[in-house]
C-alpha cells in the first residue's frame, strides 16, 4: 500500500480539488497503519500491558476466584456468590459483574494476552532487520568523532607503522575469538566483534512466550479435561477422551502418619479395559500418572463411596455397585451422590451421614431419595439401614455397606508440549541474552607525522563500573602485543 | 543427625548476627572515615581508635570472616538435615527459610568476592537473619512428605533454583537500598523501613509470624505511597537525575551509585533465569501431580508476577537505558514481590499451603 501510494503520479495542476483527497485519505491511512505498528512494537506498551497483566494477578490471588466451571452454569453460580456472599457483603454483585471473581478468564484479562501476544511478535519482527544487518553488514568505518565520544574509549601511540600495527591488532583479536573486518590504506578502520548472533537469542526469549500462549490455546480448544472423574471400588467406567477405554477401580488406599496424622499416601489401584478387553493394571499415585495414548489419568481426591443394591419388582438386580458420594449438599454440607436406574425412568440419590453426632442419619445409615429422572420429581424418601433390604416405589434397595470412591483427573492435552517447547526456549533464550553479549570494537589507526601510529578504540555499553570490563582487558592485551622489544 | 542440624542452624544464626553486628560497625567506622578524609583529617586518627583507616578494613574482614562461618554453618545444618529427612531441605517453613537464608549468604559472598564492596552486607545479611529468625518461629519436627510433594528430583531442583533466585534478588535489594539511601530517597527509604520493620514486630509479637509479615509489608507499602505523594505535592526530596546517579562517589561512605547500580544489574542478570527455570519447574511438577501446568494459584501468580518485574527492570535496562533512582525501585518493588511470592502461601492459601511452602 505504501508503495502504491508513493508511485501514484500527481494531480495536474488544474485538476479539481476532490482529486486530492485520494492522496491525503492514503496518506491519512498510511499514518495510521505506521502509527499503530508504532503502538505494537512499542516496548513501552509491550511492558505497560505486561505490568497490568501482573496487576491483574495479584488481584486474582487476592481475591477469591471461582473454581472452574461454577460461574458457566447459573444455579452453580448463584449458590456459589451466596456461599461467599457473606464476605464480600453488598459488594459481591459488583464485583461479579466485574468478572472479579473469574478474573483469568475474564474478557479484558483475554483482551490484554492477546494484545501482549500481539506486541511480541510485532517487537521480535520490528527488530529482526536491525539485527540482522548489525551481524551481517556492520559499519566498519564510525568516523573519528566516535572515538572521542564513546561511553568506552582509549588510545595507545605505538612505535610501529599503521600496516604492522593493523596486524597485529586483528592477531590479539582473533586470539580473543573476534571476527575482524578491516578498510582504509591511510586510515585503517577496523571493526571485530564476537557472538554476533546472541541477539537472536532475545528475540527466541520472546517468540517463546508467544509459542507457549499458542500451546496454552491448542490445549483449551482441542483438549479435554475432567476433573471430577469418580470410581468407587468395584465400579468400571468409560474414559470419554478414549473411545473404548474404561477403567475399573480395584482399590483405593489412603495411609496417614501415625505420629502426626499427616497424609503420606493416596494410591488408586486400577484395571484398565479397552474394548472390554483387560489391557493394563496400574497404581495411580500423586507423583505418577496412568498413560495411555494422549490421556493422562491422575490422583485428584477421594471420599466415601457406598456400595448398594437396587431390585425390581421381579426381584431382578438393575444395580449392584459403589456409588461415590462425591458431591456436598448446600444446606447442611452432607456427602451427596447419584445413580441412574437402568430400564426405569428414575434416578436415586443418595445422602450420607455427618457422623456420630448426626441424628438425622446415623453412621451405618444412608438416606434414599427417588425422583423421575426428567422432571426430577420426588418418588419416594427414606433412611435405610446397612444389610436391610427397603421397599422403595418399585424398588427394593439395600445398603450393602460403605466404601471409597476415588476422585481422578482425566486430561488430554495436545498443546502442553508446545508448552515445554517454549518454556525451554524461553529458560534458554533469556539466558544467553543476558550472560552472552554482542561484543563490538570500532579500533582507528593513523599513521603519526614523526614516525608511529596512533591506535584509538572505543565500544559501546558502560565501563566496567564495578571491576575491569572485556574492554579493558583487550585494551591491555593491544598494548602488551604492541610493545616493541625495546619497550619490553 | 535432626539434633545436629539444629546445633549447627543455631551456630549459623550466631554467626550471622554478629556479622551483622561488625558490618553496622564497618558502616559506622566508614561512614567516620568518610567523614574525617572530607574534612582532611588523617584517616588512621579516629577519636576511639575504632575508626580509622585500617581499623575499618580490619573490622570488615571479620565481618566477612562471620559471614563465612555463619554459612558454612547453615550448610553443615542443611546437610545434616537431608542425611535426616532423607531428601532436600525444602519440605517446610522451616527448612525453606533455611536455605532461602543460605541463598542470601552464598549470592552475598558471590558478589562481596566478585566486586569488593563488603558493605552490602548490612541489608543482605539482617535479611538473611530475618530469614532464620522466621525458621525458628515454625514447626522444625521432620515430617513424612505429604503425597505431593513426594518427588524428590523436582522438589530438590525446583526449590534449589528459587533459592538461588531469592538469594540473588536479595542482592539486587541491597545494592537499590544503598543505592536510594544516597541519591535522594534517603528518607522515604529510612521511613518505611522502620515503619515496615516496626509493624512487623507488632503483628508478630500480637498475631504470629504471617501477621508480621502481612502488617510490616502492608505498612511499608503505605509508607512509600504516601511518602511518593507527599514528595509529588512538596516537591520533597531531591529527584535525582542523571547526575546524580552517576555521582563519581558514594556518599556517607557507600560505595559509588553507579558501581552500586551495576551489582544490582549483575544479580538479576544471575537470578531472573533461575526465577525463569524454578516457574518451568514448577509447572513440569504441576503437570506431573496434577494434570495441569498452570492454575493460577495464588503462589503460580505472585512468582509470575515477580517475573514480570525483573523482566521488566531487564528490558528497560537493556533496551531503553533504564538505571538510576527508577530502576533502583523496581528492584526494591521487585524483592518485595519476592517475599511475596515466598510467604504468599501463608495469606492466600492455595495449592502449595500443604506444608507451608
Excluded at chain 1, 537469542?201 to 471430577?228: E, K, M, N, Q
Excluded at chain 2, 533466585?165 to 529510612?190: D, E, K, M, P, R
Excluded at chain 2, 527455570?277 to 493460577?296: D, M, N, R, S
Excluded at chain 2, 527492570?313 to 533496551?319: I, K, T
Aim: aromatic share 10%; with cysteine.
Amino acid at each position: 500500500m505504501t508503495e502504491e501510494v508513493h508511485s501514484r503520479p500527481l494531480p495536474p495542476s488544474g485538476a479539481p480539488a476532490a482529486a486530492a483527497v485520494g492522496p491525503t485519505l492514503m496518506t491519512r491511512i498510511d499514518q495510521v497503519l505506521e502509527g499503530l505498528w508504532h503502538l505494537l512494537s512499542s516496548m513501552r506498551v509491550a511492558m505497560i500491558v505486561m505490568l497490568i497483566i501482573a496487576a491483574l494477578g495479584v488481584v486474582g490471588a487476592l481475591v477469591v476466584q471461582a473454581p472452574t466451571g461454577t460461574l458457566d452454569n447459573p444455579a452453580a453460580k448463584a449458590t456459589w456468590l451466596d456461599e461467599i456472599r457473606p464476605r464480600f457483603g453488598g459488594w459481591t454483585n459488583i464485583m461479579d459483574t466485574l468478572q472479579l471473581f473469574q478474573i483469568f478468564n475474564s474478557i479484558y484479562f483475554r483482551i490484554l494476552v492477546a494484545a501482549l501476544t500481539i506486541s511480541l511478535i510485532a517487537c521480535s519482527v520490528h527488530r529482526v532487520p536491525g539485527i540482522w544487518r548489525t551481524a551481517t553488514k556492520p559499519r566498519v568505518d564510525v568516523g573519528p568523532q566516535f572515538f572521542e565520544h564513546a561511553p568506552q574509549r582509549d588510545a595507545i601511540v605505538v612505535r610501529r607503522t599503521a600496516a604492522e600495527t593493523q596486524t597485529i591488532v586483528e592477531a590479539v583479536l582473533r586470539e580473543r575469538r573476534y571476527r575482524t573486518q578491516v578498510m582504509g590504506d591511510e586510515v585503517v578502520s577496523v571493526y571485530a566483534d564476537r557472538f554476533r548472533w546472541a541477539p537472536i537469542a532475545g528475540l527466541v526469549g520472546h517468540l517463546s512466550l508467544v509459542v507457549i500462549l499458542l500451546g496454552g490455546i491448542i490445549g483449551a480448544i482441542f483438549g479435554y479435561r475432567d476433573s471430577g472423574f469418580t470410581v468407587a471400588e468395584g465400579q468400571t467406567l468409560p474414559v470419554a477422551s478414549e473411545p473404548g477405554l474404561s477403567i475399573q477401580l480395584l482399590d483405593f488406599t489412603d495411609k496417614y502418619d501415625p505420629v502426626f496424622g499427616g497424609p503420606i499416601d493416596y494410591a488408586s489401584q486400577i484395571v484398565v479395559f479397552k474394548d472390554g478387553e483387560e489391557i493394563d493394571r496400574h497404581t495411580i499415585l500423586v507423583n505418577d500418572p496412568y498413560r495411555y495414548g494422549s490421556t493422562s489419568i491422575y490422583q485428584a481426591f477421594f471420599g466415601v463411596a457406598a456400595v448398594m443394591t437396587i431390585k425390581d419388582a421381579e426381584g431382578n438386580t438393575l444395580v449392584s455397585t459403589g456409588v461415590p458420594l462425591a458431591w456436598r449438599t448446600t444446606a447442611d454440607n452432607r456427602p451427596v451422590g447419584s445413580v441412574t436406574v437402568p430400564g426405569a425412568n428414575e434416578v436415586i440419590w443418595l445422602v450420607g451421614t455427618l457422623g456420630s453426632g448426626d441424628n438425622l442419619i446415623k453412621p451405618g445409615q444412608i438416606q434414599v431419595e427417588l425422583y423421575t429422572a426428567g422432571e426430577a420429581r420426588r418418588i419416594a424418601v427414606d433412611v435405610v439401614d446397612q444389610g436391610v433390604a427397603t421397599q422403595l416405589g418399585d424398588l427394593t434397595v439395600t445398603f450393602e455397606r460403605e466404601s471409597q470412591f476415588t476422585g481422578l483427573n482425566v486430561a488430554r492435552d495436545p498443546g502442553v508440549m508446545l508448552v515445554w517447547l517454549g518454556s525451554t526456549l524461553l529458560f534458554f533464550g533469556f539466558s544467553v541474552r543476558f550472560t552472552v553479549p554482542h561484543k563490538r570494537l570500532w579500533a582507528r589507526i593513523v599513521n603519526r607525522p614523526n614516525g608511529g601510529a596512533v591506535l584509538a578504540m572505543a565500544a559501546l555499553g558502560s565501563r566496567g563500573v564495578a571491576g575491569s570490563s572485556d574492554f579493558d582487558d583487550l585494551v591491555n592485551d593491544m598494548r602488551t602485543a604492541l610493545q616493541t622489544p625495546a619497550q619490553n | 543427625m535432626e539434633k545436629l542440624s539444629g546445633y549447627a542452624f543455631i551456630a549459623a544464626a550466631l554467626s550471622v548476627g554478629l556479622a551483622t553486628f561488625f558490618y553496622l560497625l564497618y558502616a559506622i567506622s566508614g561512614l567516620r572515615a568518610a567523614r574525617m578524609e572530607t574534612a582532611g583529617l588523617p584517616a588512621t586518627s579516629g577519636v576511639l581508635g575504632l575508626i580509622s583507616g585500617p581499623r575499618t578494613a580490619t573490622i570488615g574482614r571479620y565481618a566477612t570472616m562471620l559471614a563465612w562461618l555463619g554459612t558454612v554453618a547453615l550448610l553443615a545444618g542443611l546437610a545434616f538435615r537431608t542425611i535426616a529427612t532423607g531428601h532436600g531441605p525444602f519440605s517446610n517453613m522451616y527448612e525453606f527459610s533455611m536455605a532461602f537464608a543460605f541463598g542470601i549468604l552464598i549470592a552475598y559472598l558471590y558478589f562481596e568476592r566478585k566486586y569488593h564492596q563488603r558493605i552490602l552486607g548490612l541489608v543482605c545479611l539482617p535479611v538473611a537473619m530475618g530469614m532464620m529468625l522466621y525458621a525458628f518461629s515454625v514447626p522444625s519436627e521432620i515430617r513424612p512428605l505429604v503425597p505431593a510433594l513426594q518427588n524428590s528430583l523436582l522438589l530438590t531442583v525446583h526449590v534449589a533454583t528459587a533459592i538461588v533466585a531469592y538469594g540473588s534478588f536479595a542482592i539486587a535489594f541491597g545494592t537499590s537500598y544503598l543505592y536510594l539511601l544516597q541519591t535522594g530517597s534517603a528518607l522515604t527509604v529510612v521511613l518505611a523501613t522502620l515503619v515496615g520493620g516496626l509493624a512487623a514486630i507488632v503483628g508478630g509479637v500480637t498475631g504470629d509470624a504471617s501477621d508480621g509479615l502481612v502488617y510490616g509489608m502492608s505498612a511499608t507499602a503505605i509508607t512509600l505511597f504516601v511518602m511518593a505523594i507527599v514528595n509529588r505535592i512538596t516537591g520533597g526530596e531531591r529527584a535525582p537525575g542523571a547526575a546524580a546517579s552517576e555521582s563519581p562517589s558514594g556518599r556517607w561512605g557507600l560505595p559509588k551509585p553507579l558501581v552500586l547500580d551495576e551489582i544490582g544489574y549483575r544479580a538479576v542478570v544471575v537470578g531472573f533465569p533461575f526465577m525463569t527455570l524454578t516457574i518451568v519447574l514448577g509447572a513440569v511438577w504441576a503437570q506431573t501431580a496434577w494434570g495441569t501446568y498452570w492454575q493460577w494459584d495464588p503462589k503460580e501468580t505472585a512468582s509470575l508476577f515477580t517475573w514480570f518485574i525483573y523482566g521488566a527492570f531487564l528490558h528497560a535496562r537493556v533496551m531503553r537505558g533504564w538505571r538510576g533512582t527508577r530502576s533502583a525501585w523496581l528492584l526494591i518493588l521487585g524483592f518485595l514481590a519476592t517475599l511475596l511470592t515466598y510467604f504468599g502461601n501463608l495469606i492466600f492459601g492455595g495449592l502449595h499451603s500443604y506444608s507451608g511452602l
